[in-house]
């Protein structure tokens, strides 16, 4: 075995220990943008996503309005913040009355419990305990608040910082939108700045139509699903809430979380139809309207979405659901849309790459092969 020429080793460590030391000042300026940025991702993910679904509807103004993009964008923003963000800040203020509500009645022993079925013992495993808890509930309540006082406490204390939190995110909503604005209003140059970036990662055929595929994916998870499931959830909580229907922002922050799970919203209208009906307080004109009501928005998503959804999601709902729940943990209520769309995106490019890989597997339509 010949020895390697000093000269010639002398020179690949010296470029070997440059490719290091740029790899190392690349990698430490990328953590220093990431922490300066940090606090914004959510938001400006939030906002990218709000500007690439509105865009085409930002475009169809823009060109009634002599190709202005800036008075479009703003009319556009303006318009989407009264008809979203206003009921929005309704539900959410509703959720902090009903927490409210619930923590002064339990202060003041004016909460009644209804008395246990029968039935309720034959629940199996926890039949009997519950049957003994809840009658306890109906007989002493006040003495089984006291005994559960701490665990009580943790949960009206977590349940205020949720309500807290959901004050917080609201106050980003807006923000989310005028950023998309800005964003909308400059969208030609952004669009050929992301195709760029793509082209440079993949190529200049396979990153064309990844482009076309993240904007498709973007646009569709987001009016389709999320979308979808958000416009149902505030059309069911304002019906409760005229309704007067007990937790009309907890039961559609239910609606929320079914919609994207594909769940229909009768699961939570009809109980409340119930409710109204059980109730005796309301006149038959009355009931039938809210019952009128809360079915149509219940049945809201079979309109919503052919009009919405387009050709469909090319995802799983169980991935859709993952990244929402995921994101609302990670990042509230707006982590819920950015965490559902990017969950999204990202098992669109990774069933892409391991159908390069299966010969059996079709590729992604529009996706061209990888070159040899």
Not at 96 to 113: A, C, E, K
Not at 120 to 142: C, E, K
Not at 223 to 228: A, C, H, N, T, Y
Not at 339 to 354: D, E, K, S
Request: charged residues 10%.
């Amino acid at each position: 075995m010949n020895p390697i020429d000093p000269e010639i080793a002398r020179r690949l460590a010296s470029i070997f220990l440059d490719v290091l030391i740029r790899a190392a000042l690349v990698l430490a300026m990328v953590m220093l943008c990431y922490r300066i940025f940090a606090p914004f991702l959510t938001m400006m993910a939030w906002a990218l996503i709000l500007a690439v679904t509105l865009f085409p509807l930002h475009q169809s103004i823009a060109s009634r309005l002599g190709g202005r993009q800036g008075l479009a964008a703003i009319l556009l923003v303006l318009l989407v913040i009264a008809l979203i963000a206003a009921p929005t800040a309704i539900l959410v203020m509703s959720i902090g009355d009903s927490v409210h509500s619930f923590i002064t009645g339990l202060q003041t022993n004016t909460i009644v419990i209804p008395p246990p079925r029968e039935a309720v013992r034959n629940w199996p495993l926890i039949g009997t305990q519950a049957y003994a808890f809840w009658s306890q509930a109906h007989s002493d309540l006040p003495a089984l608040v006291h005994n559960m006082q701490p665990k009580i406490g943790e949960l009206a204390r977590g349940a205020l910082g949720v309500v807290a939190g959901l004050g917080g995110e609201m106050l980003k909503f807006p923000i989310s939108f005028i950023i998309a604005g800005i964003i909308m209003a400059f969208g030609h140059a952004g669009s050929r700045s992301i195709n760029a970036i793509f082209r440079r990662i993949a190529g200049d055929a396979r990153g064309s139509a990844l482009t076309k595929l993240s904007t498709a994916t973007v646009r569709a998870v987001a009016l389709g699903v999320v979308g979808v499931a958000f416009i149902q959830a505030l059309l069911i909580g304002l019906c409760l809430i005229v309704a007067g229907v007990p937790l009309p922002g907890v039961l559609a922050l239910i609606v929320l979380i079914l919609g994207i799970a594909q769940v229909p919203a009768l699961v939570v209208s009809l109980p409340a139809i119930a409710w109204i009906w059980s109730r005796g307080e309301y006149s038959s004109t009355l009931a039938i309207a809210y019952t009128v009501l809360l079915l149509v928005a219940g049945m809201a998503d079979n309109v919503l979405k052919p009009m919405l959804l387009g050709r469909g999601v090319d995802a799983p709902m169980p991935i859709i659901l993952l990244g929402a729940l995921g994101g609302m943990a990670s990042g509230g209520i707006l982590g819920m849309f950015v965490g559902a769309t990017l969950f999204a995106l990202g098992y669109q490019i990774f069933m892409l790459w391991v159908s390069e890989a299966d010969p059996n597997m079709p590729l992604r339509e529009g996706i061209p092969p990888a070159p040899p």
